[in-house]
Structures are given as structure tokens and as C-alpha cells.
């Protein structure tokens, strides 16, 4: 199963929303993570089973979809929230190939 | 809190092999199945291999059969990646993480680099 996210890059200006996409090539349910990483960093759990948010996650994050398309919106962009983002699925713990968040 | 502290990493030659470790801490780590997940420099994230809380269980990316192998030591609170016969293509950083939900990683170590260079 491939993960394709879409776009590969977005830029935004702070206080917009952004809205990321993740497409699987056949239905995996909601069997779907985000991850945030910053340069030098690890990444960092956001959201899991498509919709839930991890521990200590602010509430400006959210995921949506099952099946095959998901989507991960940050409702008002934070200076901290500029970073690539990462969809992930459960079989062979698949990573999709990143959206970055750029400042415009 | 939850801890997981990466070592081994380093520069070795092609058709070399490098033993990397990690030492967890901050939960009860003989019941999770542990993962390393590696990050080449540009690229996305990518599953490496898994070992079950007991250690029986097993598994390893295609791209690897054959020349690695996950073992682990509960007592120690320690998980380890032999890689065999290494590559230019394994260079990278490589995490140790903590599986939750069957699939997901709430928790990552901060990472060693490995760099196969001659």
C-alpha cells in the first residue's frame, strides 16, 4: 500500500489554515498517523487512528478520513508549526514522502 | 517520562558491521514491541525492523533480509540492531521507537547517525 501526500509544499503566512493531504492507494481503514518533524529533530506524534490527537497535542491540530483519503488541517498556523509533515498506515508502518509547511 | 537513548552510531566502511543499542526507560518495556525506523538525509522516515515484547517475534524490511537482526534484553531494558554488510545506502539516522496502538510511535529516541563511507 503507497501513501501519497499532496501538496509537497505549502506555503502559508501565520494565523491562516493549512490543509494536508494523504491518499492511500487501497483502504486502510483509519489506520493512519501524522507525524511533525523539525530539522535535526525527530518526529513527532501528532495524530493516530486518523483522528485522534497524541498526548499534548494543541487542539489547532486535527485529522479527518478514512478509507483511502485523509487529511490533516491545523486550523490557525503558529510559528512553531512551520515543518515537514509525515502521514504513516500500518502496513509495513509506511511513511508517506512529506508535505512541507513553509512561511510565505 | 518515557526515555529511549540511542548508541553505536558512527563512520564504517562498506561490507562492515555496526551493532547499535538502545536503552529504554520510563515504562514497562518487557511488554511493548519495540522498532528501529531510519531517516536517510532528504528522505521520508523508514520502518528498519520490529521485535516482539518477548522477543520471539521478529521482522525486517525487504530491503534488509538477511543482513540485519533485532534482538533485544529485558532484563536490561535494552534493544538491539546488528547490521551486516552495510552499504552506501544505509547511511542514515536511525531511531529506536516505541510501538503504540500496533502501529504507531508515540515515542523516539533521539537518534544515531550511521555513515558507511570509505
Known amino acids: 500500500i503507497e501513501l501519497t501526500q499532496s501538496p509537497v509544499t505549502l506555503s502559508l503566512s501565520p494565523g491562516e489554515r493549512a490543509t494536508l493531504s494523504c491518499r492511500a492507494s487501497q483502504s486502510i481503514s483509519s489506520h493512519l498517523a501524522w507525524y511533525q518533524q523539525k530539522v535535526g529533530q525527530a518526529p513527532r506524534l501528532l495524530i493516530y487512528e486518523a483522528s485522534s490527537r497524541a498526548t499534548g497535542i494543541p487542539t489547532r491540530f486535527s485529522g479527518s478520513g478514512s478509507g483511502t483519503d485523509f487529511t490533516l488541517t491545523i486550523s490557525s498556523l503558529e510559528p512553531e508549526d512551520f515543518a515537514l509533515y509525515y502521514c504513516?498506515?500500518?502496513?509495513?508502518?509506511?511513511f508517506g514522502q512529506g508535505t512541507k509547511v513553509e512561511i510565505k | 517520562q518515557v526515555q529511549l537513548v540511542e548508541s553505536g552510531g558512527g563512520v564504517v566502511q562498506p561490507g562492515r558491521s555496526l551493532r547499535l543499542s538502545c536503552a529504554a526507560s520510563g515504562f514497562p518495556f518487557s511488554t511493548y514491541t519495540m522498532h528501529w525506523v531510519r531517516q536517510a538525509p532528504g528522505k521520508r522516515p523508514e520502518w528498519v525492523s520490529f521485535?516482539?515484547?518477548?522477543?520471539?517475534?521478529?521482522y525486517q524490511a525487504d530491503s534488509f533480509r538477511g543482513r540485519l537482526t533485532i534482538s533485544r534484553d529485558n532484563s536490561k531494558k535494552k534493544v538491539f540492531l546488528q547490521m551486516h554488510n552495510l552499504r552506501s545506502e544505509d547511511t542514515a539516522v536511525y531511531y529506536c521507537v516505541r510501538e503504540d496502538g500496533g502501529y504507531y510511535f508515540q515515542y523516539w529516541g533521539q537518534g544515531t547517525l550511521v555513515t558507511v563511507s570509505s
Open positions: 504513516q498506515q500500518r502496513d509495513n508502518w509506511l
Open positions: 521485535i516482539s515484547p518477548d522477543g520471539r517475534n521478529t
